[in-house]
């Protein structure tokens, strides 16, 4: 099926074993959990660092708000 497409794909053309592709996997998913994982760590950071300027944000707006509602009955 693969030749059929032209796609030069190895283990339809070799019989690679399913041990052999299995652990091929493993590999490949472990290399790219290894490759990604600092990029992941930094986008969750920064995801953390805006919701935390959106609450600082956030409450200085309700102080202003009860500054003003303090001025306006006084």
Do not use: H
């Amino acid at each position: 099926m693969a030749f059929r497409f032209r796609i030069p794909n190895i283990g339809f053309r070799k019989r690679m074993s399913w041990f052999d592709f299995t652990v091929a996997c493993v590999v490949g998913v472990l290399a790219g959990i290894y490759t990604f994982k600092p990029g992941l760590q930094q986008a969750k950071d920064e995801i953390e660092r805006r919701e935390a300027l959106k609450e600082i944000q956030a409450r200085r707006k309700a102080e202003m708000e009860q500054e003003k509602n303090l001025q306006a009955t006084k």
